[in-house]
C-alpha cells in the first residue's frame, strides 16, 4: 500500500543536474518533495570530472551515469545542440552508441529502482531516457516534465522519433510549462490532451529579489543563458554596437561549447570594458548579479517558458525579449512600461534566421533595449504590483503544489 504522504519519489534526468534550466528544475523539485515530507532518490547523467550534487542531495540518494568513461566512452548528450559544457548531439550518434546509451541507463535504473523501490518516477524531456524507464518499468506510476529542448530534438531527429515514442506514448501524465507547449506535445507524439496537465516551472524567490539598484551611469544589462546562437546572443551583442548613449555595462553570464560559445566570446570582446564575462554561475551567483542589474535582455528564438525572466522580474529588472509563445504566456497581455517585447525573426533552421531578417531583427533590439535604458536613466525602479500574483503563482512551491496533483493522480 502506498503512503501518499510520503511518497518515494526517483527522479530521472539524462544530464547533469547541476547546469541549464531542467537541472534547476529537478534541483527544485527535489527541494519542494522534502519539504512535503516525501523521500527522493535521483538518477542523472555526469561526466567524468563529476558534477557537485551535494547541494541538495545526499550522496547515498543517487546515482549516476558517468560519461567519457567506463560507463559510456563518448561525452554526455545534450538536449540542446549547444551545452554549457561539453557535450554530443543526439544527431551524431551511431545505432551502436545509442544502444550503449540505454544500456548504461537501463543498468543504473535497475540497481536504482532494486535499492530504492520507489512508489513513483519524476523523469525529465519527452526523450529517449523517459521512454526507456516507462519500456523497462511498466508498472511504475511515471510522470515526465517537458521542457522544450525535447520537442526540438524530435524534430530535428526524425529517425529517433519510433524509438521516443513507443515508451512516452505510455505516461502516465505529461507536465507542460505552457498551453502552446502542451498543444506541441498533442501535435507531434499524439498523446491524449487529458494526459498532459499545464504546471509550469518557477523561480527560487529566496535567491531572487528586489534590492536597491545602482546609479544609471552606467545602466546595468544583464544576459544570462547559454552563449549560442539559439539564444540569439551574436546579434544581441552586434546591437549593442550601435548604442553609444546612454552609458552601458553588460554582465554576460553563462558558458557554451565549440564555435558558437568562441563566436559570442568575439563579439563580447569588441566591446571592450563595456562587457563583463562571468561564464557559468551558481544560481546565488546569477541572483546577487540580477538584484544589481537593470535590465534583462533575452533574445532566445526558442523558449519552452523562460525561467530567468521570472528570476528577473523578482530581482526588479526590466525586461527586453523576443515574443516567443512561453514568453507571451508568461507575461500575458497587459501592457507594462518596464516590458518590451521584440518580433522573433523567421529562422531558416531552429538557430539561424534568415539573412534578409538579420539587420531589422538587430535594430528592433536597438530600439527596445534604448527604449528601457531611457526608462532607467529617467527614474530606474518601478512598480512590481501589477504583476505580484503572477510571480507569487510561479514560485517554487506554488509549481510543486501542481506537481503534487500530477503524483496523486497517477493513485487515484
Known sequence: MVDLKKLKVLHLLSQRPDSTGSGIYVQAMMREATACGYDNFLVAGIQADGCDVTEYIAQKNSMFVTFHNADVFYQIPGMSDVMPYESTRFCDLSEEDLCEYENAFSEILRHAVSRFKPDIIHSHHLWIVSSLVRRRFPNIPLVTTCHGSDLR??????????????????????????????????RLYHLSPKKIMIVGAGYNDSLFYSDTKPGPDPVQLVYAGKLSNAKGVPWFLRALQSIRSPAWQLNLVGSGSGEEKERCLGLAKELGEKVRVYGALSQKGLAKIMRHSQILVLPSFYEGLPLVILEALASGCRIVATDLPGTKELLGDDDTDFITLVRTPRLRFSDQPYREDEQLFEKNLEKAIRQQMNAVSKGGQFDLSPIQDKLEAYTWTGIFKKVREAYLSCFI
Open 153 to 186: 530534438q524530435f524534430q530535428n531527429c526524425p529517425h529517433l522519433q519510433k524509438r521516443v515514442l513507443i515508451g512516452c506514448r505510455k505516461i502516465d501524465v505529461v507536465m507542460a510549462l505552457s498551453a502552446a507547449q502542451k498543444k506541441e506535445v498533442v
